[in-house]
């Protein structure tokens, strides 16, 4: 029985599951091993991706924050229609529904002749003046709210075409140059982000393949040697590949920290600024999808970029 179990020993170690996991813990070593070799080699190319990566995030975290700041301070303009002043209470209803048929409209609120002179009252200080008048000069006002998918300048200024055409409307006003401003600077800065992302995984993946490319040079004779006895190309591109990925997943752990040093830095200024417009305005920092995200995509330029590199350079070298 004893030499029935030594028999079938072997055979269960060399069973793909278990060769596999031998597999990977030998990449792995060779990973840890070299970053203890070339620690401050390794430290410094960390360093280098981690600068790389913070870069286009702290960017997009200005980005992020400049856009809550300005639909907070500058909500979406609204519509404001000016109705007939013949209008009789029904013609008023029925002019109200048929507004509300707009796909466009989540609401509307309607102010009657003598709310809007109680308003402009309360806002323009001629309360006096306003009650020698013999009639109220002011217009009903229907106020159209847009659906959050309609709040588009295109889309805003088509339905106020459609809405100028209905029977009893005299005007309709959409003051929407600050907003058309508004959203040209965003989507400038917004545009730059994305321009700085794309430099920057370039600049990521040029380090990593670099980085990858010394250390094939300096275990050249070992991967010879790996060669002569038979190990597979797979076998040798393992810890290279475990090596891009590790890069990156650290350099964007580091990332994710700094860009936290950086929001805690400036969260005091920014409320400094803030109350001098009158408002609260806190930073947010990047939510657990967006920083999980950010190490996704690291470990996976990590590998990309050693899997390229290390194919390259081993073709090139006629050593695989």
């Given at each position: ?6 028999k ?21 070593q ?35 924050n ?51 002179l ?112 038979g ?29 936290a ?43 990309l ?16």
């Amino acid at each position: 029985m004893l030499a029935s179990r030594n028999k079938n020993q072997p055979t269960d170690d060399n069973a793909f599951f278990p060769r596999w996991l031998r597999q990977i813990k030998y990449g792995w070593q060779n990973v840890f091993n070299d970053f203890r070799q070339h620690i401050i080699a390794s430290l410094l190319t960390i360093i280098v991706i981690a600068i790389s990566i913070t870069l286009p995030t702290i960017c997009y975290l200005l980005w992020k924050n400049a856009n809550e700041a300005a639909h907070q301070w500058y909500p979406t303009p609204n519509l404001t229609v000016y109705l007939d002043k013949s209008l009789t209470p029904e013609q008023t209803t029925n002019l109200i529904n048929n507004m509300k048929q707009f796909t466009e409209v989540e609401e509307i609120n309607y102010l009657s002749r003598s709310d809007t002179l109680e308003e402009f009252k309360l806002w323009s200080g001629f309360s006096d003046a306003l009650d020698l008048l013999d009639e109220n000069p002011l217009p009903a006002v229907a106020i159209i709210i847009p659906k959050e998918e309609a709040k588009q300048t295109t889309i805003l200024h088509a339905l106020q075409t459609e809405v100028v055409k209905l029977n009893g409307v005299d005007d309709v006003r959409l003051d929407d140059s600050w907003f058309t401003r508004l959203t040209a600077l965003t989507d400038m800065v917004k545009t730059i982000v994305w321009t700085i992302s794309i430099f920057m995984i370039i600049a990521v993946s040029l380090v990593i393949g670099n980085s990858i490319r010394l250390a094939i040079f300096a275990r050249r004779q070992t991967i010879i040697v790996m060669q002569l006895i038979g190990a597979t190309e797979g076998f040798i591109l393992r810890p290279f590949l475990y090596s891009g990925m590790f890069n990156g997943f650290i350099s964007a752990v580091v990332a994710l920290i700094l860009s936290a040093i950086f929001i805690f830095q400036i969260e005091t200024i920014i409320l400094n600024v803030s109350s001098v417009f009158g408002t609260i305005f806190t930073i947010e920092g990047l939510s657990w999808e967006e920083a999980l995200f950010i190490v996704l995509i690291a470990t996976i330029i990590g590998w990309l970029s050693a899997f390229i590199a290390t194919k390259k350079y081993l073709k090139m070298t006629h050593i695989a």
